[in-house]
């Protein structure tokens, strides 16, 4: 089991900067590969980023490459998301997710993959 629970968002600038959070609890979030998605009302679930269990694998989605960097804490059992040069379309509830399943390259950016979700912490960035 593992519980999650997003913090960070709110209303910033576009090109200004956020760090959400995802703290978890319970014993599975060490062998767990951990995500962000985000989702705009009406659409789908779209993945932003990925992290290993050690944190040595990161994957990112294009939209975000080189303006969002995921690190996780396993001291503090958090994942971290800093998002910088923001931009009016990363607008939207962000997700923090764990599967303790591991890594699997062909479906790490599927929110189907994750059985764990926080509730959810708004993102909005103003034009």
């Known amino acids: 089991q593992v519980q999650l629970v997003e913090s960070g968002g709110g209303l910033v600038q576009a090109g200004g900067s956020l760090r959400l959070s995802c703290a978890a609890s319970g014993a599975a979030f060490s062998t767990s590969v951990m995500g962000w998605f985000r989702q705009v009302a009406g659409e789908e679930r779209e993945f932003v980023v990925f992290?290993?269990?050690?944190?040595?694998?990161?994957k990112y989605a294009d939209s975000v490459m080189g303006r969002f960097t995921i690190s996780r804490d396993t001291a503090r059992n958090t994942v971290y998301l800093q998002m910088n040069s923001l931009k009016a379309e990363d607008t939207a509830v962000y997700y923090c997710?764990?599967?303790?399943?591991?890594?699997?390259?062909?479906?790490?950016?599927?929110?189907?993959?994750?059985?764990?979700w926080g509730q959810g912490t708004q993102v909005t960035v103003s034009s």
């Open positions: 992290i290993g269990m050690s944190g040595g694998i990161t």
């Open positions: 997710a764990a599967d303790p399943r591991g890594y699997s390259r062909y479906t790490y950016s599927s929110p189907q993959r994750y059985g764990y």
